[in-house]
């Protein structure tokens, strides 16, 4: 006798966002096949389904569900939130840019948001295995969408070798997850660190060449120098929409898993990844803003610039405190809005057949668009992190954060990689305002959904520089909960 | 209060400034006159600031508190006291003669100029009411990105070269006074109060810290030797308007801040390190001075000799007594106005000349008699001749100087000598000599000229001959200021400081 056997849904409950984005991914899969000729509602579903969760993401309780394995807390939701706002930004700008390059769209966007689900899933891992689970399918989806544009030689090159490197990073990150499990007995994050501290493992040797492993596997993922040797040209050679894709995103989403293992597995070995990740910061700083002092090529430029940002970022885990992390969380909050925006005026640069990448092709931009020009203007001083933007809030509350850990020297390379990054921004800002525009310069067309971008990334910027009480509020009470 | 005046001083010309972007950019004239009323209303705004202001007290006047973030503690608290009372006037007149000079003279991007020129007020304004240490950096830093474009798009030829400098030059110090900040609120209660922060003991080696790391920040601004080297290069560059403002009111902010900060919340640190900063004042005032005279640019010798001028500034600060000390605020003001002066008149010859080559100019006295009439008086102004402000405030400079160390006075008063040398010296090469083939039929001044001068010429007269107009507003605050260096422990090694200095 066959006896039906009660399926539990209210288990599945806290799974809902994710959930619905993979059936999106799977509808848009199915439009693009059986109705193709309705292809342009495929970012307006993207968008619809992304918006939906980012409601949900936003409206749910903490919960902790799947005996641990799935965390829905606070720490969970701003990544969650930040990683979706990044993918409906990339949505709404990448009608026009998609269409230019002639890149196909269904697989864009239902790839596109597979990689979304895996970043949700990271952000909520609380075990080691749906941790990595979330990782392989953030990062199978990117390596496709780096070499989507199959046309261009350099983007089969940039997809190789971001594959290659990526699986060697989770080659990597595998060796310490199963040096840990061998230690400890668990996968599940909070357990390892009950289990180090009831045995007193700290000093154990094995631990640490795990805790070594580890760390080079996440400075992988989210660039940090002298793991960082893929980023430039996998970014240069990605199409630009899915560059400023993976710049944000990806970035956040190892981010999550970073702060996750270190603070909630690891933190009584804090004495050993602090300075070990003092150093990888500055010298993260170091790479990314010297290298790009000496760019001709924008997106090149934007590229170390983001493995900058990365630097930025490292300071608030390193603290090793709360504060630092809600301080990383800002600061990667701001990021998305700056570093997007920087990004959509790139590829507003963009005409049919010619990519316009080049900083020679921002030459007198104020003259052609003096709006994206000022826009532009806005989202690099951010990034130097000039007040009143958002760039300046966050990165004052990263230094606050690693100086209060006692991090002060650490803190004053920080702010003189900042002052030399100003350079390579400001002569961007040069470029556009202080030269004259070549003869025969394109017309810029900007589409809705470009002017939506930007004006969101205006406001967030510009927001969180005047008001950033609300931002701040957001991610301490969301630190609180962790 | 019920009127928050002080916000309506920051914010009323940020708004004027931003809503300039509704007109269509082909109406210039609109434009600019819409520029013109907004600076002009913010100059009456200052007036009921003046009639209200109480100059009998030192505590800060016209206080505005509000939380801005809370989880930090800091908060949007505005206020002024008798010194940054008289910053707010001359910020507001020079906008508005800044705009006047650049009526004709900005022909490109005039939209883009006026809204800069107008974000820049309302920082600039900003930096002299923050009584938050927070929000004052966020105003202080937020001045460069106005300033950049102002030298960078409407500058000279090498303006490039010089923008970009100025920006690091200052961008390096700031930083480095941001670490300094963290580190204050670290150590002093978490809070970013300055009254809150200036009234707790730090240990010395937490003072000589933070003293150099606000110098770092101070020092670039004013500019001190030997990080002046920005200064000629942005002035030589920067738009007749640019060069007021730089001039005017921007490297006032440097000695604006050592008062502001370094004095009343480290005062031990700055007792020890009272000799250094007396020697690196007199550097600047002998070096600037020496190095006019070598100079073939109009505007590179200004420009030196504002680091010659600014050095007598420091000097009167770090004198550390009531005249030094006011006179050094004075001085600020005479300079800004001076200076201002100078450079606006710069900027109406080169709209004729296309030159700013010394050797170029000759016998203007006879071409342009008005003119030459009105760079004579500012000339002797710049002097210090008794009559005109500069003598009131170097006078008084050099009396606090030598109450301090009678040698510094004694150094320094050969700036005065070798500052009438370059001055006159100038003078004759431009205005006299025979007339110059290039320099016939130029135009006369004309009615918005002549306007934009007579309030500086004014001011040089009434500072000069009724110097307590300004001094009135000084003296409470400057007192409780040296209460407050002196305060701890050396109080009674200092003689009691005058009552009522009337010079």
Not at chain 1, 87 to 99: H, K, N, Q
Request: aromatic share 12%; glycine share 10%.
């Amino acid at each position: 006798m066959i006896e039906a056997v009660a399926v539990n849904w209210t288990a599945v409950e806290p799974l809902i966002p994710e959930l619905l984005l993979i059936s999106v991914a799977v509808l848009l899969i199915g439009c693009d096949l059986f109705v193709p000729r309705q292809r342009q509602l495929l970012p307006w579903l993207t968008l619809v389904g992304c918006v939906t969760a980012l409601a949900m993401v936003l409206g749910a309780q903490p919960i902790s569900a799947f005996g641990g394995m799935f965390l829905a807390d606070g720490y969970a939701m701003v990544f969650k939130a930040i990683c979706l706002g990044a993918v409906i930004l990339t949505a709404l700008m990448s009608e026009r840019f998609c269409r230019i390059i002639g890149l196909r769209q269904g697989e864009f966007y239902s790839l596109l948001l597979l990689s979304l689900t895996g970043m949700l899933l990271m952000a909520s891992a609380g075990d080691l295995m749906v941790l990595y689970l979330g990782l392989e399918l953030m990062a199978l989806p990117v390596y496709a969408l780096v070499g989507l544009h199959k046309r261009e030689q350099r983007t089969s090159e940039a997809a190789i070798k971001y594959f290659l490197m990526g699986g060697f990073a989770s080659a990597l990150l595998l060796f310490g997850m199963s040096l840990l499990y061998g230690l400890t007995g668990t996968t599940e994050i909070m357990r390892i660190a009950e289990y180090i501290a009831a045995r007193n493992l700290v000093d154990n040797p094995a631990l640490l060449a795990a805790l070594g492993l580890l760390l080079a596997g996440f400075s992988f993922k989210v660039a940090v120098a002298p793991f960082h040797l893929w980023t430039p040209d996998v970014y240069e050679g990605a199409p630009t929409i899915v560059t400023a894709f993976m710049s944000v995103g990806p970035k956040a989403a190892g981010f999550a898993i970073f702060g996750r293992v270190l603070f909630l597995g690891l933190p009584q070995l804090h004495d050993h990844w602090g300075p070990i990740l003092a150093v990888l910061a500055l010298l993260t700083m170091a790479v990314g803003n010297i290298t790009a002092l000496c760019q001709q090529s924008l997106k090149r430029m934007l590229a170390y610039s983001s493995i900058a940002h990365a630097g930025y970022a490292l300071l608030g885990l390193l603290a090793g405190t709360a504060e630092g992390m809600a301080a990383t969380l800002t600061y990667l909050t701001v990021y998305l809005f700056m570093n997007l925006g920087a990004f959509a005026i790139l590829m507003l640069l963009a005409v049919p057949g010619e990519s316009h990448e080049s900083l020679d092709d921002c030459r007198g931009l104020a003259a052609r668009n003096p709006l994206a020009a000022a826009l532009m203007l806005v989202f690099l001083f951010s990034l130097t992190g000039i007040p009143p933007t958002g760039g300046f809030i966050g990165k004052f509350y990263l230094l606050k954060a690693a100086f209060a850990a006692g991090y002060t020297f650490t803190v004053v390379g920080a702010v003189l990689f900042s002052a030399i990054s100003a350079y390579f921004y400001l002569r961007v800002v040069r470029i556009m305002y202080m030269s004259e525009p070549p003869e025969q310069a394109p017309v810029l067309t900007m589409d809705r959904g470009m002017a939506a971008v930007l004006g969101v990334c205006l406001l967030g910027v510009l927001g969180v520089g005047i008001f950033p009480g609300v931002v701040l509020d957001w991610t301490v009470s969301a630190i609180a909960g962790m | 209060m019920s009127i928050p005046l002080l916000s309506t001083l920051i914010f009323f010309p940020i708004l004027g400034g931003l809503s300039l972007l509704c007109v269509p950019r082909t109406q210039i004239s609109t434009i600019r006159l819409m520029a013109l009323f907004v600076s002009l209303v913010e100059l009456l705004l200052t007036l009921p600031l003046v009639l209200l202001f109480d100059k009998s007290t030192y505590v800060m006047q016209f206080v505005e508190n509000r939380p801005w973030i809370e989880v930090l503690n800091i908060n949007y608290s505005l206020g002024i006291d008798g010194i940054s009372i008289l910053f707010l006037l001359l910020t507001a007149l020079i906008i508005v003669v800044s705009i006047l000079v650049s009526w004709e003279s900005i022909k490109d991007k005039v939209l883009e100029f006026f809204v800069a020129l107008l974000l820049l007020e309302g920082a600039m304004m900003g930096v002299f009411c923050a009584t938050d240490l927070f929000l004052f950096y966020i105003f202080w830093e937020a001045m460069l990105i106005p300033m950049f474009l102002i030298i960078g798009i409407w500058g000279g030829p090498n303006r490039i070269y010089a923008t970009i400098k100025f920006f690091l030059y200052t961008l390096v110090g700031s930083l480095l006074m941001l670490v300094g900040i963290i580190l204050l609120y670290q150590n002093g209660g978490h809070t970013f109060d300055i009254l809150k922060l200036a009234g707790q003991p730090y240990s010395l080696k937490l003072q000589l810290i933070l003293f150099w790391a606000f110098f770092a920040a101070f020092a670039v601004k004013v500019p001190m030797w030997p990080v002046h080297t920005w200064l000629p290069d942005a002035h030589t560059e920067a738009p007749a308007a640019g060069s007021v403002i730089l001039a005017g009111v921007l490297i006032k902010m440097g000695a604006y801040g050592f008062l502001r900060f370094s004095l009343p919340i480290l005062p031990d640190a700055t007792q020890l390190m009272l000799m250094p900063m007396l020697v690196l004042s007199v550097i600047a005032i002998v070096y600037g001075a020496i190095i006019c005279l070598a100079q073939t640019d109009l505007k590179r010798l200004i420009a030196y000799s504002s680091v010659s001028h600014m050095g007598f500034v420091t000097l009167g600060l770090f004198a550390l007594n009531q005249r030094g000390l006011e006179g050094g605020i004075l001085q600020m003001i005479n300079h800004g106005v001076v200076t201002g002066a100078l450079f606006l008149a710069i900027g109406m010859i080169y709209e004729r000349t296309h030159t700013r080559e010394i050797a170029a100019y000759g016998g203007l006295a006879s071409t342009m008699p008005v003119f030459a009439g009105f760079f004579l008086l500012f000339t002797l102004a710049a002097v210090g001749l008794p009559g005109t402000n500069g003598f009131i405030g170097e006078f008084l400079i050099l009396l606090g100087g030598f109450e301090r160390q009678p040698w510094v006075a004694v150094v320094a008063a050969s700036g005065l000598i070798l500052g009438a040398w370059y001055m006159l010296w100038l003078y004759q090469r431009i205005f006299f000599n025979e007339v110059k083939e290039s320099m016939q039929g130029l135009m006369p001044l004309n009615l918005r000229e002549i306007l934009t001068l007579m309030p500086m010429v004014l001011l040089i007269f009434w500072i000069g001959l009724y110097p307590n107009a300004l001094l009135g507003f000084l003296h409470v605050s400057v007192g409780h200021l040296l209460d407050q260096v002196h305060g701890v422990g050396l109080a009674g090694m200092m003689p009691p400081p005058g009552i009522a200095l009337h010079p």
